[in-house]
Nanobody, 120 residues
């Protein structure tokens, strides 16, 4: 299971960096991704990184504000979040999977989630 961390309470306009440690069993996965789920809503795609070159894709709602990246050791994926808005409030999940996808069923490996709360 992946281990997500870094969530917390931040004011609107602030920044947070989430981290996700990927265990050895997920190293062969082709993509690392972040999803989020707000209370009462479906899990939503945020960003994905392909491990064969580190190309990235983002949801329109976070493009230009969030950055997904990997650590030097390649076993940690980060989500740098800037200019946070109240609509970004959600539990954030990291995931690993064999294909690059916007939909969560394509990801067999998940972290436990970390809560991000943005106060206005």
């Amino acid at each position: 299971q992946l281990q997500a961390s870094g969530g917390g309470l931040v004011q609107a306009g602030g920044s947070l960096r989430l981290a996700c440690a990927a265990p050895e069993s997920t190293r062969s996965m082709y993509t690392l991704a972040w999803f989020r789920q707000a209370t009462g809503k479906e899990r939503q795609f945020v960003a994905v990184l392909r491990t064969d070159g580190d190309s990235t894709l983002y949801a329109d709602s976070v493009k230009g504000r969030f950055t997904i990246s990997r650590g030097n050791g390649k076993n940690t994926v980060y989500l740098e979040m800037r200019n946070l808005k109240s609509d970004d409030t959600a539990v954030y999940y990291c995931a690993a999977g064999p294909i690059s996808s916007y939909t969560y069923p394509h990801y067999p490996y998940w972290g436990q989630g970390t809560l991000v709360t943005v106060s206005s």
